[in-house]
């Protein structure tokens, strides 16, 4: 059974901002879960896993894409 909450945005975004959601702080697609909270858990030494046991609405693909997305913009600024 395939889940229906949506993955992405039409344009591939796993996150973004709604200002009727949490006030505009950018969160996961399909979610209330701030992208910061993920960034707090990894700085914290926490695992991906330990994040996602945490905030089940939050899937794994969007974990990854949301990284990947980050470095390539990361190195794109760097570059």
Do not use: W
């Amino acid at each position: 059974m395939s889940d229906p909450r949506p993955l992405a945005l039409p344009d591939g975004s796993v996150v973004h901002s709604d200002p009727e959601i949490l006030g505009g702080t950018p969160v996961f697609v399909g979610t209330r879960v701030p992208v910061q909270t993920l960034i707090d858990y990894l700085e914290g030494g926490y695992r991906v896993d330990e994040f996602l046991d945490n905030f089940p609405s939050v899937r794994r693909e969007q974990v990854n894409a949301f990284l990947d997305q980050a470095t390539r913009a990361l190195l794109t600024r760097v570059a």
